[in-house]
């Protein structure tokens, strides 16, 4: 059973940045497909960014992109989004997801079969 734990949110003031880590135990994260998705309070989950299990494809939901990036280190069996420039409406529990097979749409939230507890990011001043 693979068992995912995300870290790294915080409250940030707006312009600033934060990395957010998933990390995986029970089973290698390399062999995965991950997606990061985020849901505010009375919205739905949305896709954010994911990355195939080789990581030679990823994608960015168009909201995000040239901000968030999404990396994989295959020795610490973690995916990282690095997310810079954020705004408030970036605020929002942020997610990760394993998959075995790769979805290039960002918010196939159905392709994915674990889950983690979330991370919790504000932005504010």
């Known amino acids: 059973q693979l068992q995912l734990e995300e870290s790294g949110g915080g409250l940030v003031q707006p312009g600033g940045s934060l990395r957010l880590s998933c990390i995986a135990s029970?089973?290698?994260?390399?062999?995965?497909?991950v997606g990061w998705f985020r849901q505010a309070p009375g919205k739905e989950r949305v896709g954010v960014s994911c990355?195939?299990?080789?990581?030679?494809?990823?994608n960015t939901a168009d909201s995000v992109k040239g901000r968030f990036t999404i990396s994989r280190d295959y020795s610490k069996n973690t995916v990282y989004l690095q997310m810079n420039d954020l705004t408030p409406e970036d605020t929002a529990t942020y997610l990760c997801a394993a998959a075995v097979g790769y979805s290039d749409d960002v918010n196939d939230v159905a392709n994915y079969d674990y889950w983690g507890q979330g991370t919790q990011v504000t932005v504010s001043s």
């Open positions: 990355v195939s299990s080789s990581g030679q494809y990823s």
């Open positions: 029970g089973l290698p994260l390399a062999s995965h497909a």
